[in-house]
């Protein structure tokens, strides 16, 4: 991907760099993941794990505009790309992070988040290591603990293995209520989700409402 970074003053207005070094040793100098640490402000607030190019995000907060959207990923370009659109689109609702969103949990609070989309990560080849799982259950976890009453959370991907390894995490042994996606993300899509559903690719889903 070619894309210019920001000038000082765009990047200034969506975009933050975390370190993942100063989220382990110095988490009380970083905001809460909410409205009211990132936004200054009590509106609904949405987190896209991962978010790329922030597509969904960028979508949503146009749509949205008495809510707050947050975009957060590791890779760089991308996230050029994403605040260039909520630049060049003038969202004044809507940041983004560059960072390891594994190490920000503990700055999520109880019952602050609306909804969390965690779509179509890179799947790895850990599922059978314990520790990679008892991540995936912290962070499932900490989203749940995060959201509001009936606040949902989103997952797909077009790995079956990593698919079934999440939902077994949330139903098994977290005991989640599971929603019938096919009703519950009927105006949710992404870059990715469009191009493997024009290839073919089955793209599993599923929905977590609190």
């Not at 040793?25 to 905001?31: A, D, G, I, L, S």
């Not at 659109?85 to 609306?114: C, H, S, W, Y």
Request: with cysteine; proline share 5%; charged share 25%.
């Amino acid at each position: 991907m070619h894309i210019d970074p920001p000038n000082e003053e765009v990047a200034a207005k969506y975009l933050w760099y975390w370190s993942s070094e100063k989220l382990r040793h110095e988490p009380q100098k970083f905001p809460s993941l909410t409205s009211l640490g990132l936004f200054g402000n009590d509106f609904p607030l949405e987190i896209d794990f991962g978010c790329g190019t922030g597509v969904l995000a960028c979508s949503r907060a146009q749509q949205f505009s008495q809510e707050n959207f947050l975009g957060i990923d590791k890779s760089q370009k991308p996230l050029f790309y994403a605040v260039q659109t909520a630049n060049a689109e003038k969202l004044e609702n809507i940041k983004f992070i560059r960072g390891d969103f594994e190490v920000m949990l503990g700055l999520l609070q109880p019952q602050t988040v609306k909804t969390v989309f965690y779509l179509f990560p890179n799947p790895p080849n850990d599922y059978h290591k314990d520790r990679a799982n008892g991540r995936r259950k912290i962070f499932l976890q900490s989203i749940y603990n995060a959201l509001v009453a009936g606040g949902r959370f989103f997952f797909a991907s077009d790995s079956n293995l990593l698919f079934q390894n999440m939902k077994a995490i949330a139903k098994t042994e977290l005991g989640y209520k599971i929603l019938d996606m096919e009703i519950a993300d009927a105006d949710i899509s992404t870059r990715y989700r469009k191009i493997w559903e024009a290839q073919g690719r089955d793209v599993k889903s599923f929905v977590v409402e609190k």
